[in-house]
């Protein structure tokens, strides 16, 4: 019937202040995590979104300007963190540390 599933996202206030700084929209966010790769490290999930990602029925420059997009997303709330475009993402994202401390108080 022509009826294509949407992915619903939540944004932080975080996520949203971040979005206005770098021009995103949450329709843009949700392009990324469909298309983009994922990969799991630190408690969150990270997509990523290469041009070879794309479908070429996308291929445009509205899809062109999100290459190297990273959207930082908890995906037991559905809820984006933070969203910036940075083409070495994927290895600063390896780096980081595997478990969040918390600091005794």
Same mark, same amino acid.
């Given at each position: ?34 298309? %983009? #790769?994922?990969?799991?490290?630190? %408690?969150?999930? #990270? ?12 291929? +445009? ?16 709330? +559905? ?6 475009? +940075?083409? +070495? ?17």
């Amino acid at each position: 019937m022509g009826m294509e599933a949407t992915i619903v996202i939540n944004l932080t206030s975080h996520c949203e202040k971040r979005c206005q700084q770098r021009g995103y929209n949450v329709e843009e966010i949700v392009f990324v995590v469909e298309y %983009g #790769m994922c990969k799991r490290n630190a %408690g969150v999930s #990270m997509y990523f979104l290469r041009w070879r990602d794309i479908p070429r029925s996308e291929h +445009n420059a509205w899809s062109r300007r999100l290459v190297n997009t990273a959207v930082l997303l908890d995906e037991r709330t +559905n809820t984006a963190l933070t969203v910036y475009r +940075n083409p +070495n993402a994927l290895k600063d994202h390896r780096r980081k540390a595997k478990y969040r401390h918390r600091a005794a108080g």
